[in-house]
């Protein structure tokens, strides 16, 4: 069974930094095509994501939002890390991971399974 | 970035019911689409990827289908627990990969 879990704090004052963990289990980071996704969604809206890494340490960045994250893993701990710096009001929302998996007998890849998300409020 | 539409953004029907959404992408990103299902205060849910394959575990009424800019989600008989948001996602652009706004499906 595969399963992913966010955890971080709940509450962030303006300009601080964000860091959630994100801690998965039944599959390896390490495995070819596989990679760990950070995704948010503001209460109300639409789906936004934000970051990518794959099994090979490669990463992808929502371009809008580059400067501001930073992504890494540490594959012996099966844990995927998200910064987000200078934290605004409008970066509240729930955070959360998700596996990247890709077949190689269907394009393109998808995001399955998803933690159950982290709501993050930013708030002075 | 590619921009993800769907139509349309809230729908009503009833238990029974045949429903259609549909998702047009701003380019072609042709079978790199994927479907999710997300009830209230849940994580989001794969139903469809690819375009058209079903997601292991998950019902046949739901099915997909498009490739190009244009797609659909349908479900054939709508059950109560079926009610709840509908996103679709593409997959062909990873700068960034992008969503569409959502259809709310309710009774």
């Known amino acids: 069974q595969i399963t992913l879990k966010e955890s971080g704090p709940t509450l962030v004052k303006p300009t601080q930094t964000l860091t959630l963990t994100c801690t998965f289990s039944?599959?390896?980071?390490?495995?070819?095509?596989?990679?760990v996704a950070w995704i948010r969604q503001p209460p109300g809206k639409a789906l936004e994501w934000l970051a990518l890494?794959?099994?090979?340490?490669?990463?992808r960045y929502r371009p809008s939002l580059k400067s501001r994250l930073t992504i890494t893993k540490d594959t012996s701990k099966n844990q995927v890390v998200l910064t987000m710096t200078d934290m605004d009001p409008v970066d509240t929302a729930t955070y959360y991971c998700?596996?990247?998996?890709?077949?190689?007998?269907?394009?393109?890849?998808?995001?399955?399974?998803w933690g159950q998300g982290t709501l993050v409020t930013v708030s002075s | 970035d590619i921009q993800m539409t769907q139509s349309p953004s809230s729908l009503s029907a009833s238990v029974g019911d045949r429903v259609t959404i549909t998702c047009r992408a701003s380019?072609?990103?042709?079978?790199?689409l994927n479907w999710y299902q997300q009830k209230p205060g849940k994580a989001p849910k794969l139903l469809i990827y690819?375009?058209?394959s079903l997601q292991s575990g998950v019902p046949s009424r739901f099915s997909g289908s498009g490739s190009g800019t244009d797609f659909t989600l349908t479900i054939s008989s709508l059950q109560p627990e079926d009610f709840a948001t509908y996103y679709c996602?593409?997959?062909?652009?990873?700068?960034?990969?992008?969503f569409g706004q959502g259809t709310k499906l309710e009774i």
């Open positions: 890494i794959y099994w090979d340490d490669d990463k």
């Open positions: 380019q072609s990103i042709t079978s790199y």
């Open positions: 996602q593409q997959s062909y652009s990873s700068l960034p990969y992008t």
């Open positions: 998700a596996r990247r998996y890709v077949s190689g007998l269907t394009p393109g890849s998808w995001f399955d399974p």
């Open positions: 039944g599959f390896s980071l390490s495995t070819n095509g596989v990679g």
């Open positions: 690819a375009a058209s």
